[in-house]
């Protein structure tokens, strides 16, 4: 997991962190601070996914010793109880990874729907383009929260939406 973090917090923090320091001169400074934040921040969020896999994987372990089969409140619960883990992340970082999940749900739910009509008369797989409305559902509640709540969205993110919108 760390070594996909580092990538994904230093990338945006050196361009815009060397932006920012080109107005102040002061590079030197702001590649430690870029180094330091990216390296806590990579080691936050791994040892985040890290809890969560485990938990979660340890959970279902648990009800599978007191169950001959999976049952599906077995997986509700193993989830709420490794979603716990977020706690440990960042506290800006919530709203985005709710953000993130948000479309994987939407995403599940098409598919579920897709599994469950497959057989009936309704063919809810062959709804023209229903997985872009999907996406496009999960691109208007991000960037509904860019345009009103834009404190919930982490600047670097917050930042190259700003350029992709045009925004100042």
Same mark, same amino acid.
């Given at each position: 997991? #760390? =070594?996909? !973090?580092? @990538? =994904?917090?230093?990338? @945006?923090? =050196?361009?815009?962190?060397?932006?920012?320091?080109?107005?102040?001169?002061?590079?030197? *400074?702001?590649?430690?601070?870029?180094?330091?934040?990216?390296?806590? *921040?990579?080691?936050?969020?791994?040892?985040?996914?890290?809890?969560?896999?485990?938990?979660?994987? /340890?959970?279902?372990?648990?009800?599978?010793? #007191?169950?001959?089969? *999976?049952?599906?409140?077995?997986?509700?619960?193993?989830?709420?109880?490794?979603?716990?883990?977020?706690?440990? *992340?960042?506290?800006?970082? !919530?709203?985005?990874?709710?953000?993130?999940? =948000?479309?994987?749900?939407?995403?599940?739910?098409?598919?579920?729907?897709?599994?469950?009509?497959a057989g009936t008369k309704m063919k809810f797989h062959e709804t023209p383009a229903l997985d872009v409305a999907v996406f496009c559902w999960s691109c208007s509640i991000l960037f509904w929260a860019h345009q009103f709540k834009p404190?919930?969205?982490?600047? @670097?993110?917050?930042? /190259?939406?700003?350029?992709?919108? /045009?925004?100042?």
């Open positions: 997991f #760390f =070594l996909k !973090y580092v @990538p =994904l917090y230093g990338v @945006p923090r =050196l361009v815009f962190g060397l932006l920012s320091a080109r107005k102040s001169k002061k590079y030197g *400074d702001t590649l430690v601070n870029v180094f330091k934040s990216t390296l806590i *921040d990579s080691v936050r969020s791994s040892t985040f996914l890290g809890v969560y896999c485990t938990i979660l994987a /340890g959970s279902i372990c648990f009800f599978r010793s #007191f169950s001959d089969y *999976d049952k599906r409140i077995h997986f509700i619960l193993s989830g709420f109880v490794s979603g716990s883990s977020l706690v440990i *992340d960042k506290a800006k970082r !919530y709203s985005e990874l709710n953000l993130y999940c =948000l479309s994987r749900v939407f995403e599940v739910m098409y598919n579920v729907l897709v599994e469950h009509f404190e919930l969205i982490r600047n @670097p993110f917050r930042m /190259g939406m700003n350029s992709l919108l /045009g925004a100042t």
